[in-house]
């Protein structure tokens, strides 16, 4: 989701880069829809790891990542909490999609070391996560959005997490460039600052 990297791009790492760089500007494009950095002309891009070409060199810019299902308590004064991901079929799905002609999100999860997707139909479909974080504040359905980005509300009691011990973490977010391509001194700056200041997961 845009909206999970954007987190990155305006917080504390990428600021502390600016405050410790001023000769550099930055020019950067926030989009969910797949872009070939070459044939673009871009520096770079940041995506998460797992969808990365194997001919880029990719730095980490986050720690590990975790998506959980959540919803609202009036959501569950209505309906019970789903036990088991094959339940969501019996739930009011709000789900994610990278551009309008793109498929929905298929939601992951593991049981058992083994990881499977479920294909659910969502009452409501979005380019936008942060539709999903309202629409499930005010009591419509389930989404699944980056623990992270739900950690207040949580913490506050206006959403649940269910579907916990399914859901587990996933290397997050790298900054990528071509291999081949001569890295502009700008960027080489860039890479050289996260390598050292980068959050670190729990795992290193």
Do not use: C
């Not at 060199?57 to 919803?71: F, K, T």
């Not at 009452?123 to 419509?140: K, N, P, W």
């Not at 913490?155 to 290397?171: K, Q």
Request: aromatic share 8%.
């Amino acid at each position: 989701m845009a909206d999970a990297a954007e987190s990155f791009l305006s917080g504390p790492l990428l600021a502390g880069f600016l405050t410790a760089h001023p000769h550099v500007d930055l020019d950067v494009d926030v989009s969910n829809a797949p872009i070939d950095i070459v044939r673009e002309g871009y520096d770079a891009g940041i995506r998460l790891g797992e969808v990365i070409d194997r001919d880029m060199i990719a730095v980490p810019v986050s720690g590990d990542l975790r998506l959980v299902a959540v919803g609202a308590p009036a959501y569950f004064a209505r309906r019970p909490k789903p036990q088991h991901p094959r339940d969501l079929v019996a739930h009011e799905i709000l789900n994610w999609h990278p551009t309008p002609d793109a498929p929905p999100y298929r939601w992951e999860f593991t049981e058992n070391g083994r990881d499977f997707s479920v294909a659910l139909r969502g009452r409501v479909l979005t380019t936008e996560a942060a539709v999903l974080t309202r629409l499930a504040r005010a009591g419509v359905g389930l989404a699944m959005l980056y623990e992270d980005q739900v950690h207040d509300d949580v913490a506050r009691g206006e959403l649940v997490p269910v579907l916990e011990e399914f859901s587990t973490p996933f290397a997050g977010f790298y900054l990528y460039y071509p291999e081949r391509r001569h890295a502009s001194p700008a960027l080489r700056v860039l890479v050289d600052y996260l390598r050292r200041t980068r959050p670190r997961s729990p795992a290193g």
